[in-house]
C-alpha cells in the first residue's frame, strides 16, 4: 500500500492553546479541524514541509530549531472505512507531529476555512479526521 508522509504542527501559544484549522470545502475530509501542515514532497525534510506550509498556509515564520517532534499518526484512509475491505486506493498516512511554540509573524487563515486556538481539554469537541483522534488526548497529557 501506498505510504503518504504528511508533516503537521501543533502550534502552542503562550496559554497553552494549540492551533486547530478547518478544512475548506471541496478537498477530502473538508469541514474537519486539523493540524496545519502537508505532504513532504520529494528533497524536503519534514522540517522544510513544515517551514513552507506553516507560511503558504497561516502566513507565519517558523525555524527547524522551534519545531519539536512529539508523537506520530498512523493510519490507512481507504474502502476499509466503507465497509468494502482493503482496496487499490487505499493508502496509508504516515504524519509526524511537530509542537511549535515560537514563531514570527501573526496567524492568519490563508487556505483554510477558519482557525482557532483550542484549550486542549476542548479539543475532543472538534471534529478531526480520523488519524487525528488518537493525538487528541495524548496532546491533552502532554499539555496539560
Ligand atoms: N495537514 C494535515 N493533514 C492531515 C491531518 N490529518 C489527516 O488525516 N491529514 C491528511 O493528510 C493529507 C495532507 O495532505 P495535504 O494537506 O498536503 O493535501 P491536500 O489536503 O491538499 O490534498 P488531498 O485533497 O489530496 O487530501 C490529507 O489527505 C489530509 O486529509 C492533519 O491533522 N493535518
Given at each position: 500500500?501506498?505510504?503518504?508522509?504528511v508533516a503537521a504542527c501543533a502550534l502552542v501559544d503562550a496559554d497553552g492553546?494549540?492551533?486547530?484549522?478547518?478544512?475548506?470545502?471541496?478537498?477530502?475530509?473538508?469541514?474537519?479541524w486539523e493540524f496545519?501542515?502537508?505532504k513532504v514532497e520529494s528533497g524536503e525534510t519534514p522540517e522544510e514541509t513544515l517551514i513552507r506550509?506553516?507560511?503558504?498556509?497561516l502566513g507565519i515564520d517558523v525555524t527547524a530549531a522551534c519545531l519539536a517532534p512529539l508523537t506520530f499518526a498512523s493510519h490507512t484512509y481507504g474502502g476499509e472505512a466503507a465497509g468494502d475491505g482493503?482496496?487499490?486506493?487505499?493508502?496509508?498516512?504516515?504524519?509526524?507531529?511537530?509542537?511549535?511554540?515560537?514563531?514570527?509573524?501573526?496567524?492568519?487563515?490563508?487556505?483554510?476555512?477558519?482557525?482557532e486556538w483550542v484549550r486542549p481539554v476542548r479539543m475532543r469537541n472538534y471534529d478531526m479526521p480520523p488519524a487525528d483522534v488518537?493525538?487528541?488526548?495524548?496532546i491533552r497529557d502532554f499539555l496539560g
Open positions: 500500500m501506498r505510504i503518504v508522509l492553546r494549540v492551533l486547530l484549522a478547518k478544512r475548506p470545502a471541496g478537498k477530502s475530509l473538508a469541514g474537519l496545519p501542515g502537508g506550509e506553516l507560511k503558504e498556509e482493503a482496496g487499490p486506493d487505499d493508502w496509508h498516512l504516515l504524519m509526524p507531529l511537530y509542537v511549535c511554540r515560537r514563531w514570527s509573524g501573526t496567524v492568519q487563515p490563508l487556505e483554510h476555512e477558519a482557525v488518537p493525538l487528541v488526548a495524548l
